[in-house]
Every structure is written in structure tokens, then in C-alpha cells.
């Protein structure tokens, strides 16, 4: 293996430290723009002046902005994200108490996405121009205009309500019940995720149909099957790869519209709940978590395509 490929490595997590402190300072103003003050958010009609004096002052809201961002980026490099306004507990601890159900969804839907883009690109790139071809096309165009919204209350009503096959809601509580509760909203993803990696994988795989290489391989006597699976397919992984990379911001948004629908209790779930609460401090955990979970996401993706494909280097 040349390890001089994989030097990037090693300087890449300092290249994405600039990225978090752009994201922190984001988050933090964006936080602050919500309308409605957490302190009266918090005492309800229990408010009264003064102990909306006292609630700001324990949680420091009542100190200027700049000052505000200062304690929150001094105590973000220390791991501590502050102590929730609702929950009364530390965020980062309520936020992996939290991270579970998100993680078993957003791997359950790339997993789902994945057994069902493999199959249908190839079929239709097999079959250019052929009715599969055609149909396939058609999902994808489908599944790229149907919201992740009206697709879960759809299966909700069919595959639960009407014909019982999976619960309504809930995460359930062993390992098989888990995953019981979990393939319906995995599902509702991954076929919005699916039809993108159709329509990327499909293109990819008549580009590399038509390649130099792989018609060498051909003449040297490998059958169309061997041809696929030896070339067109390794191949056509790399730009999936990177669009899965890319589009990890919409699967995130995903799970968080998902684990709504579904009363899935994720981080997602989480941050609407502290959203329409003021909660700024698991707002602000939250959304911290999800940033780095999509720059480390993108990191991946970089290592995989460098594995993936021979030619790229990464500097």
C-alpha cells in the first residue's frame, strides 16, 4: 500500500478545525435569533420579573452576546456543552443518551438505500433502453418528488395501520423489537436516498460500460458478468460514495423530520423538542454534534474514495 496516499490523514482533521469554529459561531447566532425568550419559555405562567432575572442570570443570558459565545466556545473545547434549560441535566450527556436511535436510523437507511440502488442501477444499465430500464427511471423520478413526510404517513397508513405489519411509532425495547420498530422509518429514507443513488450509480456504470478498460476485458475473453463486477462496478462506487458524502446534510434533516413522524426519541426528536422550547443549550449541542458527525462523514468518504480508486491522490 503507499502510504503517501493516505498523507493527507494526518492533516486533514487540523484542515477542518476552521469548518467547527465557523459552524459554532453559526449555530450560536442562529440560536439566539429564534423568537421568544427561554427563561419565560421555561417558567411558563409561573413567570414573574424576578425570577426571570434569576433564570437568565443562572444561565448567563443575560450577559452581551459576544461575551455569551466566549463561555460557550471556552467551555465547547472542554467538552461541556452547558446544562439543558428544560431537562435540567447536563446536554451532552442527554444528547448521547439520545444518539442511539438516530444512528440505528441513518445507518439502517444508507444500509436499505444501498440493497436497493446496487440492484436497480445495474439492471438498468444492463438494460439500456429496455422497459427495466425505462421503469426504473421512473422511480427515480418518483421517489425524487415524493417529501420524506408524505412518504412515512403513506406507509404508516398501508404497511401499519391498515395491514399491521410494523408499529406505528416508539423504538422499541430488545434488539429484534428494535429493529421491528425501526425498518419502517429506515424505509421511508431510504427510498428518497435510493432513487438518487439509482439515477448517480446508473450514470456511472454506462460511462464505464464504454471505457477503453473495460472493453480491453472483453477482448481478452471475460464474460459480461466477470467485465461487471471486476470493473464497471469498483468503479462506480467512487462517485456514489461521494454523493452519499454530500448529501449527509439531507439525511441528517431527514431524520429529524423522520423521528418527529415516527416518535422516534433520537437527537432529532431532541432538537425540535428544544427548538419550540428555547432550549438553547441542547440546540446548540445538538446541532454541534450533528456538524461534526457530517465532517467526519465527508472524512470517511475521502479515505474510501482514495481506496476505492488507484488514481486519486489526496494531498
Known sequence: MNLARYRFVLSRPLQLLPVLFGISLITFVLVRSIP?????????????????????????????????????????LKGDLGQSLLYKVDALKLIVTRIEPTLVLVLGSVLLALLIALPLATWAARNKGGWADNLIRVFTTVGLGMPAFWLGLMLILLLSVKWGLFPVSGYGRSGLDKAHHMLLPCLTIALALSAVLVRNLRASM????????????????????????????????????????????????????????????????????????????????????????????NFVADVVTVALDPRVKMQ
Not at 40 to 59: E, F, H, N, V
Not at 218 to 237: C, I, T, Y
Open 36 to 76: 421568544g425568550d427561554p427563561a419565560r419559555a421555561l417558567l411558563g405562567s409561573r413567570s414573574t420579573p424576578d425570577a426571570l432575572l434569576k433564570i437568565r442570570a443562572q444561565y448567563g443570558l443575560d450577559q452581551p452576546l459576544w461575551l455569551q459565545y466566549f463561555y460557550f466556545l471556552k467551555n465547547l
Open 206 to 297: 454506462l460511462m464505464e460500460l464504454q471505457a477503453d478498460h473495460v472493453t480491453a476485458a472483453r477482448a481478452r475473453g471475460l464474460s459480461e458478468a466477470a467485465v461487471f463486477r471486476r470493473h464497471v462496478l469498483p468503479n462506480s462506487l467512487v462517485p456514489a460514495v461521494n454523493l452519499l458524502a454530500v448529501n449527509i446534510g439531507w439525511l441528517i434533516s431527514g431524520t429529524v423530520v423522520i423521528e418527529s413522524l415516527f416518535a422516534i426519541p433520537g437527537i432529532g426528536q431532541l432538537l425540535v423538542r428544544g427548538i419550540f422550547t428555547r432550549d438553547y443549550m441542547v440546540v446548540q449541542g445538538v446541532a454541534m454534534v450533528l456538524a461534526c458527525a457530517t465532517v467526519v462523514v
